[in-house]
């Protein structure tokens, strides 16, 4: 049984700022790669690496907020809290790995 698919509204704020973030990642991504194609030293390299892990790590950290604060408190109040604190739980325990 497929479950049906989840949506949260964002503002148009929330989106540009999110993909603001996101394309900065994307862009030290592409340094990362011409780093690799220009032979540059293994440690800037895994320097930039762990900054973009730091730069994905952040923004994830601000959706759960948001999820947290939005879509949980919206369960808790609606008395669906169990479910939703359930999903939250197991995406922290993925998202902490």
Do not use: W
Request: with cysteine; aromatic share 4%; glycine share 6%.
């Amino acid at each position: 049984m497929e479950q049906a698919q989840k949506i949260h509204p964002r503002s148009e704020k929330e989106k540009k700022l999110l993909n603001q973030r996101l394309k900065r990642v994307e862009g030290q991504i592409r340094g990362i790669q011409k780093m690799v194609d220009e032979d540059r030293y293994c440690i800037d390299i895994l320097v930039q690496m762990s900054a973009v892990q730091a730069a994905l790590k952040r923004t994830g950290f601000d959706i759960l907020e948001e999820h947290t604060r939005g879509c949980v408190t919206h369960a808790a109040q609606n008395g669906e809290e169990k479910e939703m604190i359930d999903e939250l739980m197991d995406v922290i325990k993925q998202f902490s790995k």
